[in-house]
């Protein structure tokens, strides 16, 4: 699939396949280095560590219910009209290491005993099952200071009794490296005693807009002169896979200002540009990296966004994407998403990829990988999939109303209404609306 052209400005420019593209940047990209974090920073970060247990989880056998700690023997015979009566030696709330026994120091719950329980109560020696109050005539008898409980109900050993270790035992692995943090490991995590913990990092991505024409959100804009969105729209997308975007700013199509502009760049672990990497006169980007840096000038076989470079500037790696702004959000997808959950450390590094049924037909002339901004929806048991109107490489409006990337391959020349082809999830939200 790869080959050369030799463009209008005369500099070999590599024609390549997207999945080449995306192959040769991910070759450069490894997880950063772990650091460690305090635990309530690590959500959706991937441990770069493993966890054992240090201690069980619970560390001690606990009641379930509140209620009354007893031998389950004694409750054998226990009926609503014949409770089994046991004589209450002893209470014992949640966080004592001991029940407080009634009459001097025990050593066990002893045959025909019972001793009040709180959940969460070390379960006390002797007793091996907890009646609940509910089982009991605990809600009748209102006197203030109780000797004697009648049980309804007979319980079998073991019963509203949580034993140590029965969420996890001390010394086994709980978490391998590699385990992508949700809320419920942050839970193990605290339940273990670990406050800090060893992941790998999220990347800080600088975001550059070049062109003489592009002018900040909050500027007026005089003939000739066009907002910079693409920032915008990038920042989300870093943010939505887990990096830290930093805006640094746009530079004019001049080798000076480019060179600031990246200068204000230094120490990220990725740099994203947008525009100044096609066939035009002023697309001076594409000059200054290769001027720069080592860079790799392509033409992919995608549309929209053809024009991308990848290189390094001062050790930094460099994703230069389209201008145009939808070509840029895609390119993006294709290529500096997966490169940014990598140094994630993230192995799913590919979207989530369904089978629709087309309902227009779609061209798809020139042979390239044709990325058509669409929404998927269920009808009954089939997935259907329609493009949005507008398929302009500049119509931002056009991504917005879809949600999805419905994708045409290169050797077709046309998708036909009525066909199967795949789509691309890039939000999970995107599930419930197809899912339910
Ligand atoms: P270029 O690749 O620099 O030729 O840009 C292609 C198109 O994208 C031109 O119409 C630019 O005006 C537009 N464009 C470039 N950068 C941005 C940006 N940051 N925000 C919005 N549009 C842009
Ligand atoms: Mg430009």
Redesign the pocket.
């Known amino acids: 699939m790869s080959g050369t052209v030799r463009s209008a400005l005369g500099p070999i420019q590599q024609l390549l396949g997207v999945d080449e593209a995306r192959e040769r940047i991910l070759r450069d990209f490894q997880p950063l280095l772990p650091r460690r974090l305090p635990l309530l920073d690590t959500l959706g970060l991937v441990l770069a560590e493993p966890i054992y247990a240090r201690e069980s989880v619970p560390p001690f056998t606990n009641a379930a219910m509140d209620g009354y700690a007893v031998r389950a023997i004694d409750t054998l015979s226990a009926r609503r009209d014949h409770p089994v009566q046991l004589r209450i030696v002893g209470e014992a709330p949640a966080g004592g290491a001991a029940p407080r026994w009634r009459e001097g120091v025990k050593q066990s719950v002893e045959p025909g005993t019972a001793v009040r329980v709180m959940t969460g109560a070390v379960l006390p020696p002797g007793a091996d099952a907890v009646v609940r109050f509910e089982e009991t005539d605990e809600a009748s008898d209102q006197s203030a200071v109780r000797e004697v409980v009648s049980i309804y109900r007979p319980v079998r050993a073991g019963e509203n009794v949580r034993p140590a270790g029965e969420d996890i035992a001390a010394g086994t692995l709980v978490l391998p490296p590699g385990t992508v943090l949700g809320p419920a490991h942050l839970g193990i995590l605290a339940a273990l005693g670990y406050t800090w913990v060893l992941v790998h990092p999220r990347p800080n991505v600088a975001i550059l807009?070049?062109?003489d024409?592009?002018l900040p959100p909050d500027y007026p804009l005089e003939p000739g002169q066009?907002?910079?969105?693409?920032?915008y729209v990038l920042a989300a997308l870093v943010t939505q896979c887990g990096g830290i975007p930093h805006l640094v700013g746009?530079a004019t199509?001049h080798d000076a200002d480019l060179e600031r502009r990246f200068r204000a760049a230094a120490g990220a672990d990725l740099i994203l540009t947008?525009?100044?990497?096609?066939q035009?006169d002023?697309?001076r980007?594409k000059e200054f990296l290769r001027a720069r840096g080592q860079f790799d000038i392509w033409q992919v076989r995608i549309k929209p966004g053809k024009?991308m470079a990848f290189g390094f500037i001062d050790g930094i790696p460099v994703i230069a994407l389209?201008?145009?702004?939808v070509?840029?959000v895609v390119a993006f997808l294709q290529f500096a998403r997966p490169a940014i959950l990598r140094l994630l450390g993230r192995s799913d590094l590919e979207p989530i990829r369904l089978r629709a049924r087309l309902t227009q037909r779609i061209e798809n002339s020139g042979q390239r990988r044709h990325f058509v901004r669409a929404r998927v929806e269920r009808r009954g048991n089939e997935l259907v999939v329609t493009p949005v109107p507008n398929q302009g490489a500049?119509v931002l409006s056009g991504l917005a109303a879809g949600n999805c990337l419905a994708v045409v391959p290169e050797e077709w020349a046309e998708a036909p209404a009525g066909s199967e082809i795949e789509i691309e999830l890039y939000d999970t939200a995107v599930l419930r609306q197809i899912l339910l």
Do not use: F, W
């Not at 066009?226 to 920032?231: F, K, L, P, T």
């Not at 947008?274 to 096609?278: C, E, I, K, L, R």
């Not at 389209?322 to 702004?325: D, F, I, K, T």
């Open positions: 807009a070049t062109g024409e592009v066009i907002r910079n969105s693409n920032s746009i199509d947008s525009g100044g990497v096609s035009g002023y697309d980007v024009p389209p201008g145009n702004p070509a840029s500049g």
